[in-house]
């Protein structure tokens, strides 16, 4: 049996049963509502995110998990003698990477090994989930690391967005572009290069134009898929069904796994948004 143990935190989207399945640990980030702080997924669910928003009008604050933090995470495994491979929401994102570096100072070498995922949600989580599938097959740390290194440029991450208020809220749009999509139904399509959240393409009309551009693009890579494709949402189940369903239905792809965005996610995208993200063969 390995002695590795995976581990990611709360913005890899990964649904319980996968978690628990592989043994994988998550380290909770931070959602904070002016005087209130809540640990994402365990204190507050993004049902509750959406209602506390909409009453108050702006948006929480989300916050890296701090060093002590990571350490109190790891140091019960490492004490059993399991080495740890924690993979990151993307540097370019948040603190969170740099923080459990200063944390895997912290124990003696090689105990923690941090990877940076240079990506965010089940995007995240496809690679934890193949270092998961890796550990148990035998593979040392190092050559997970390889074999993830590789892995993570060719890693699709796509998702549509509903509304531009949350952008908005978050200062990530002005109130010009906010007022202007709206009035114009623009929905933004965006994609994660290299570790940053990029506008690709703006979409007018429905919001099954916008996710229906998403399946194209998937369409385009149907041959070159390796492993799952994660369909996230963010309070769009139903679309999320569709989503899935017409996969299944247009490509040869055996796993298509439904995740649900966390409150961290949530706070950045919006109620009704939808995601697909994968891996592509190198």
Known sequence: ?????????STSDLPLELRQRHGIGIVPLYVVFEDQTYRDGVDLTPAQLFDKVSRQGKLPKSAAPSP???SRAFAP???KGERILYISLSSELSSTYQ??????????PGSVTVFDSLNL????????LQAARYAEAGLEIHEIVQKLERMRPEIETEFAIDTLEYLHKGGRCSGMQNLIGSLLSI???????????????KVRGKREKA??????NLLVNKDRIDGPVFVVNA???????RLRDAILRETEVKEVLMSSAGCVISTHCGPATIGLMYAKKS
């Open 77 to 79: 495994y490492i004490e």
């Open 1 to 9: 049996m390995s002695n590795i143990r995976i581990f990611s935190d």
């Open 99 to 108: 923080n459990a570096r200063i944390a895997a100072d912290d124990f003696a």
């Open 235 to 241: 309070a769009a189940e139903e679309d999320a069904v």
């Open 121 to 128: 949600s089940t995007a995240i989580g496809v690679q934890v």
């Open 68 to 70: 002590a933090d990571f």
């Open 211 to 216: 996710i229906d551009k998403m399946l194209q």
């Open 187 to 201: 929905r933004p399509i965006i994609k994660v290069i290299d570790g940053k959240m990029t506008p690709a393409y």
